[in-house]
């Protein structure tokens, strides 16, 4: 028995705000996801609107592929992609959106052997929430209902027969008109990954599911001499010596940013903030700080946790951490949570030990 798949990458991504479907998601994008998903069938048939030809035509399958064009309703689109199929028609049709891309295999699969079985096999879940009319009586049994997914398997010549009598009554899913036209249909269960990305809400919940979390180190040493300040987290230190630098020498900031930087990949802050150029001529390492917090916005990563562990023999550290900790969540933009702060002397030894200089090291993770 064959299958095909119809997958529908139609749709203007206006609730989005940009092409959810072509943008790039975890390395890949929706339409990608999907197609790998639907490499099960025999034949894959996709209904795509011009924008989202290249990425269709961008993945490797290992199944024949056709595309037709994607039509101004959903129903349209199927009905053009069941049109595409030139009479081969499959025993089994399986119809995804596009736009539910983490849909499982194990839901896919079930949905088709219900059709194989039944007729039809609708990925869907039971309801959760309470369910009401708008006009406030009383709620409706939620143990009757269910919400439909995609697949919507069904057989070939039902689920045609079913849009070509439907003409231009719109429906919202093929299993509407399976029902009106062909007769009840058979759920099989969705899962929750299923969720069609529609709101920016659910495209925040699908990158939660792909992003690869990245990590980046940071080491960073400074001289102590005299007549200098003490600045460490952007907090002044009562000390008798300073960290000479070209900027305030806030070598746990300093640390701390190139960990950052790592992370996301920009390099390290003597790139960003050269200490030739006079701009950064004993300006607060915080306001450099600020400024890579931008550059990782701009990149769209997330700070997820920073450790910076400061190495000093003196002077005693831990009664500034609380404000340093405070301020560097308040530059990333993070809760206090999400920063750590230690500090360790060298029992004496090596020029920390010595108190030549003050050095910190720092691990920072993104998302
Ligand atoms: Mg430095």
């Keep these: 028995m064959s299958v095909i798949g119809i997958l529908l990458c139609g749709g203007s991504s206006q609730r989005m705000g940009f092409n959810k479907l072509t943008a790039p998601l975890g390395g890949r994008t929706a339409i990608e996801y999907s197609m790998r998903l639907m490499a099960c069938c025999d034949r894959l048939i996709i209904a795509v609107t011009d924008d989202a030809r290249a990425a269709v035509e961008r993945v490797p399958l290992g199944i024949p ?163 200098r300040k003490l600045i460490l987290g952007g907090v002044e230190i009562p000390f008798e010596k300073g960290l000479i630098a070209h900027s305030d020498g806030d070598v746990l900031l300093h640390a701390l940013m190139d960990a950052l930087l790592g992370a996301a990949s920009l390099g390290d802050i003597g790139h960003l903030f050269p200490d030739k150029d006079p701009r950064y001529e004993n300006i607060s390492s915080r306001v450099l700080l600020r400024e890579v917090a931008r550059c990782l916005r701009e990149k769209g990563l997330t700070v997820t946790h920073v450790d910076v562990t400061v190495i000093a023999q003196r002077p005693k550290l831990a009664p500034f951490f609380p404000q340093a900790r405070q301020n560097i969540a308040d530059d990333l933009n993070i809760p206090l949570d999400r920063v750590s702060l230690k500090a360790t002397t060298t029992e004496g030894m090596n020029d920390e030990g010595r108190g030549l200089c003050i050095s910190a090291q720092a691990i920072a993770n993104l998302i």
């Design 65 to 227: 592929v056709t595309l037709c064009d994607g039509g101004a309703t959903r129903g349209q689109s199927v009905l053009n992609a069941l049109r595409a199929s030139h009479g081969q028609w499959g025993d089994v049709v399986a119809i995804h959106d596009a736009a539910r891309c983490f849909q499982t295999a194990e839901a896919f699969d079930t949905a088709v052997q219900s059709a194989r079985k039944n007729g039809s096999g609708v990925a869907s879940l039971p309801m959760t929430d309470s369910v009401f009319q708008r006009d406030g009586s009383a709620p409706l049994d939620r143990a009757s209902l269910v919400c439909t997914q995609t697949p919507q398997a069904f057989r070939f010549e039902e689920i045609l027969s079913a849009y070509e009598q439907a003409g231009d009554q719109i429906a919202t899913d093929d299993a509407a008109l399976y029902a009106r036209f062909i007769g009840p249909v058979t759920f099989t269960p969705g899962d929750p990954r299923g969720r069609k990305l529609t709101t920016p809400a659910d495209w925040a919940w699908a990158r939660s599911l792909v992003a690869l979390p990245r990590t980046g180190t940071g080491f960073d040493t400074h001289v102590l001499g005299k007549g």
